[in-house]
Structures are given as C-alpha cells and as structure tokens.
C-alpha cells in the first residue's frame, strides 16, 4: 500500500468515526490543526504528510524531513507525489503543490519542539511539534492522529459550508442584471482575503461555455482552474486561466483585481510568453491602464520579437462582452454560482455576501 491508497483508507475510515481513540490532551492538539487547515494548509498538509508515512514506516523519525538529514527522509516528495494530490481528489483542504513550499517548514532542521522555523501562530507550531513529538513516542497512535485529523477537517467543511440558491427561470437576469451582480460581488470590502479570485472563477465559467459554443475554440480544452494562493514562482501555468489545443496552449488569461495595468506587470507577462509560448495573452484588470505608451510598446515588442497576440482590457467589459456572445446567461450565472459554493480557497464570507447579493440583484 502507497501513502495516497493509504490515506484514501484513512479518510474512509474517518467518514464513519464516532470516537476519538485520543486522550482529551491530543484530541484538543487535533482540533487546532484542523480548525486551521484552511488557513494554514501548509502545517496541515506536512502533519497529514507525516503521519501518514509514520503509519507505513513506523521505525522512520519522521521529524527528520529532509533526506539530507541523518536517518531523514524526502518529506516533500512524498507530499507531491501523493498527499496533496490526494486531499485535492478527496475535496480535503490543500496546498497548489507542496506544503514545504511553506518557507516557516522548508527550514532544513528536524520538527522537535525546539525548532527554530518561524510558524506565525504560536499555538499552532507547539500544537504541531507536540504531536510529532508524541507520535514518536508512540508510533501506534499515528492511525488514530491521522483518522481523527481528517474527521475533524471533514466536519468543519460540512459546518463552514454556505449553500447559495441558483438562479431559476422566475428571476429577473438580464446581461445588466448580472454585470451588476458581478460588480458587486468583485467590488465588496470582504475583509478577508481570498476575494480577488471571484473574478477569475467567473471567466473560468464563461469560458466553459465559449469553448464548446464558439468556433474559435473548437476542438480546444480548457485547463481545471488551480489555486489562487500559489505565487506566480511555484504555479507553472502561464496565467490564471489556459486554454489548450492537441496540447498546445493557444491562450492565457491574467485577471488582476484593481492592480493597475504598467510597464512592470508588461514585463512579466512577457517573461510568461517567452517560457510557455502561447498565441494569445489577456490581461484583464479592474485598475487603469498607466505608463500607456510604454504598455502599449511591450505589446507591440511581444508581437514582433514572439509573435504572441496580447490584448489588454478591462475586467467588466470583457465579462459584458462575452456575456452577449453566449447561449445561456442562466447557465453561466449558475455554474459561477456553484464554483463559489464549492470552493474551498474562498472564505464563508465571501460565500454569505454572495447569497446576500444574489437576493438584491435577483430576487425581486
């Protein structure tokens, strides 16, 4: 049995748990990680990644995480390779790729409870080294950790999930109607962070339906939407949204939310051209075009020196645009409705306001 098969197990067996096999003392460490995972994935996902190597190879110290360690091993490889996969396809909370891609985990020292790496929430890194601790102590309870972490982190999904209502034949939606919807939901003080993807899912959404209606598009597969945390530096996707062709990448879509439109956001646009080779770039943003000259310039140098057709627009027109291109308006509002509900990156803030303007715009 491999780590991911293992975990599959585990996490079957916590859909069915009744009763920790946990003293009140370790039960309470769980709780905390868990009611963290979706804010701190990064310890989550190395202490899913742990115990779950502790179960398959009990003699291994598994606070020794880098193979450079005496008596360590390749923490990060197994993650990759086959937690945070596995969390993904399980729906579980996880990292883009790794969660030693956390800089306060990647330090290269073993995870006793004097370790130096710097995790911003002090109860949650003694929360973490102290059940790495007893797990060394006690290799038998790593089953039991494990079991009751993914029980928890499944509860409090089930409890944190906001159900928002779709929009049926009755409601008043008009291409007005959800541009102002969409406005609203982009443009709302959220104060949490995590709301500048709602752009994104929506063009994601529109774009599923431009694929399969529009000729330009024809024969063409639109890549699943990847997390909105990961840094342009450990992405590896060209932009926001890619669209691919017999495995060719003919277009990418960068959506920045009031970030304005200059010289140096050119700059890297250019440097993913030049890496991933698409025909055709977007750069759609809520700010304004500055340095226009000189924006204007890196697009026709990007034309002439790559080939690569970059278009450069806003973020509401754009949305206005497609939006008169397509079938169904219900079609898409719904499915960007139901990408909200079940997205796991997205706070329940921003789900509840969502339901609120649904009632504001729709409902009436």
């Excluded at 209606?213 to 024809?218: C, Q």
């Excluded at 020196?305 to 754009?318: A, E, F, L, R």
């Amino acid at each position: 049995m491999n780590h991911s098969e293992l975990l599959k197990s585990i996490n079957n067996s916590a859909l069915s748990l009744i009763t920790p096999e946990l003293s009140e003392k370790h039960s309470t460490l769980i709780e905390l990680i868990a009611n963290h995972a979706l804010h701190q994935k990064g310890v989550y996902t190395v202490l899913v990644t742990l115990l779950t190597h502790k179960i398959l190879e009990p003699s291994q110290d598994v606070r020794l995480h880098q193979s450079n360690m005496a008596g360590g091993f390749s923490g990060r490889s197994i993650d990759t390779k086959h937690i945070t996969p596995t969390l993904g396809e399980l729906g579980l909370p996880c990292m883009s790729e790794s969660g030693w891609l956390t800089r306060s985990l990647e330090q290269p020292y073993a995870y006793t409870l004097d370790y130096q790496g710097k995790i911003s929430n002090t109860k949650l890194k003694q929360a973490f080294l102290q059940i790495l601790d007893y797990v060394e102590n006690e290799p038998t309870t790593a089953t039991s950790l494990l079991t009751y972490l993914l029980f928890c982190v499944i509860q409090k999904s089930k409890t944190d999930k906001v159900l928002i209502t779709k929009i049926d034949e009755a409601d008043n939606f008009t291409i007005d109607s959800i541009i102002a919807f969409l406005e609203a939901c982009f443009s709302y003080n959220y104060k949490e962070f995590g709301g500048s993807k709602l752009p994104v899912i929506a063009f994601h959404c529109i774009f599923q339906q431009l694929i399969n209606e529009l000729k330009r598009y024809e024969g063409c597969t639109l890549n699943k939407l990847g997390s909105h945390t990961a840094s342009d530096r450990t992405s590896k996707t060209a932009g926001d949204i890619e669209i691919f062709k017999n495995g060719e990448l003919i277009e990418a879509i960068e959506i920045k939310l009031y970030k304005p439109i200059n010289a140096d956001l050119m700059r890297q646009v250019q440097q993913k051209i030049d890496k991933h080779n698409p025909k055709r770039y977007c750069v759609f943003s809520s700010g304004q075009v500055v340095e226009a000259e000189n924006v204007k310039n890196i697009v026709n140098e990007i034309k002439e020196d790559h080939g690569c057709q970059v278009i450069v627009n806003g973020v509401v027109p754009t949305l206005k645009y497609y939006l008169r291109l397509i079938i169904s308006l219900q079609n898409f509002i719904n499915s960007f409705l139901i990408a909200v509900e079940n997205d796991s990156e997205l706070k329940p803030i921003h789900k509840m306001v969502i339901v609120e303007l649904i009632e504001k715009h729709f409902k009436n």
